[in-house]
């Protein structure tokens, strides 16, 4: 529990909510975090610890290689490595990456050059690690559909199991960086919602991830490597109407250890309509116009990270 100062007010947080995913009870509570803070940790997952590691590992492998190696695996747009530069217009942080899409062999084709067999490995475990996070981020969208007493309980959960789902999958290590001072707060990755449906994010012990809270505090998540971090995305704010909230978030570099963490962000096909469910506006008015997913996702990469990019599709 923590009482923060902020410009103007006194906040009181009373900690990231918990949500135990082996108790049917818990939908209350999800509803609730994606209304407060889009934004809550599941506990009691049946991801196979082994998965996690195996693929913490190949990351570890992969992040630890030469420079000129990792390179050879780039750029990242829109998929491969990526060292420093963020998007494609200006962002920069103190963070290495690679972004994968999660329907498309051709990710590996930048790998296999490099590492031979070894690409082949890696892509199982990717392929194993994305599909059981997939399993679960479905799992907690039907849970909140459930809760939301909306009829299809697959309303969001059918965009991520489509052929065509457009999702990403995304390693990031932010190396540590001893010259600075806790107080600086240096940027790993600056403040940002995630543009898609559901963020699926799990680290390794390293302290980073900061969420803001609706009055613009900061608020530090304490790392915690059995749990999974969830994150509502700002087209799970449109089809809810703007009941939940898409989370702001960030990560701060650390002077001593490094920090690994692995995302999926679970999106829509290209072509899927992004609007409101008629069932959750009941009476009160649309908040946003309707646009096609490829329409949004080309709007977000004009964008700078911490632009409000739904801010172009909200109704006047
Ligand atoms: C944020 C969520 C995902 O990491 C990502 C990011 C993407 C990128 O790194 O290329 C974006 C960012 C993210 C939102 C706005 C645009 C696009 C960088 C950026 C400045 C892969 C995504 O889908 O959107």
Redesign the pocket.
Known sequence: MVLLSGKNCTTFFPGVPLIDLSNPDSKTQLVKACEDFGFFKVINHVIPTELISELESEAEKFFSLPISDKEKAGP?DPFGYGSKN????G?VGWVEYL?LTTNSESNYQKFASLFGEAAENFRCIVNDYVSAVRTMACEILEMLADELKIQQRNCFSKLLKDEQSDS?F?LNHYPPCPEFQESKNLIGFGE?T???IISVLRSNNTSGLQISLKDGNWISIPPDQKSFFINVGDSLQVMTNGRFKSVKHRVVANSSKSRLSM?Y?GGPPLSEKIAPLPSLIKGEDSLYKEFTWFEYKKS??K???ADN?LGLFEKI
């Open positions: 990242p963020i998007g494609r217009n962002d972004l990403v995304r940002h995630d543009p898609q995302i962000f977000a990469f964008s700078r990270l990019r």
